[in-house]
């Protein structure tokens, strides 16, 4: 089975830019989770889709936002790029209603974000 | 505020010396106590899930236990390639579908 994929690995932006990370689920998960893991912070919660509909938001300012297509993939977008951006984005998904679930969700090997 | 406090921030074991991790967590309404590893680029991988005090799960080399207010990840007799950062997480108590994840704990088992 194949697991949670992000791309890119990498990706060097300069300050103002935009910047679109990619994510597909494992085959079933239909909710996705966004997480933000900065130099020396904790993961960071940024958003959760499921079935296509943002479910709830970290807080983040208005200019990171995604989204979720038909096939469950997602899409997260940061806008003006500033260097406190840099971080690794990670990605993770779940079964439906996986609130009480044992396993919590599964991660990707996230998209390192560089801003110059 | 949902918190998870982890300590001590970095260990460095020499292989074969057992130790703890401990995590500390707000208490109200615990739903849920993961623990992940996470290698160096990498994403976190699931380990352990806790619910209730009392409850202790093993994985190898490894056994996390959960009391009312912390848990522990005990490391029995550790080789180089359990060198990882370890982290801990609960659900978060309003939208309780996103984790609230600690700073976590740098583990270098040297040979």
């Known amino acids: 089975e194949a697991g949670v994929t992000q791309s890119p690995t990498h990706l060097i932006k300069t300050r103002g830019q935009q910047a679109t990370l990619r994510c597909s689920p494992i085959?079933?998960?239909?909710?996705v989770y966004w997480y933000q893991q900065a130099l020396g912070l904790g993961l960071q919660f940024l958003l959760w889709y499921d079935e296509g509909e943002e479910r709830n938001r970290g807080n983040f300012p208005p200019r990171f936002s995604g989204r979720q297509f038909p096939n469950y993939s997602s899409e997260l977008n940061v806008n003006a790029l500033e260097l406190e951006d840099s971080a690794l984005y990670l990605c993770?998904?779940?079964?439906?209603?996986?609130?009480?679930?044992?396993?919590?969700?599964?991660f990707g090997s996230g998209t390192r974000l560089t801003v110059v | 505020e949902d918190q998870v406090t982890q300590s001590p921030e970095a260990l460095r074991l020499q292989e074969g010396e057992s130790s703890s991790l401990n995590c500390s967590y707000t208490?109200?309404?615990?739903?849920?106590l993961f623990w992940y590893r996470q290698d160096p680029g990498k994403g976190p991988e699931f380990l352990f899930t806790l619910y209730s005090a009392g409850e202790e799960k093993e994985k190898e080399r490894l056994k996390a236990t959960l009391t009312k207010k912390e848990s522990f990840l005990h490391i029995t007799a550790p080789k180089p390639e359990d060198s990882a950062t370890y982290l801990c997480?609960?659900?978060?108590?309003?939208?309780?579908?996103?984790?609230?994840f600690g700073t976590g704990t740098r583990l270098l088992v040297s040979p």
């Open positions: 993770a998904s779940s079964w439906p209603g996986q609130g009480t679930s044992v396993y919590g969700y599964t």
């Open positions: 997480a609960r659900r978060a108590n309003t939208g309780f579908q996103k984790l609230v």
């Open positions: 208490v109200s309404g615990l739903r849920g």
């Open positions: 085959s079933g998960h239909t909710s």
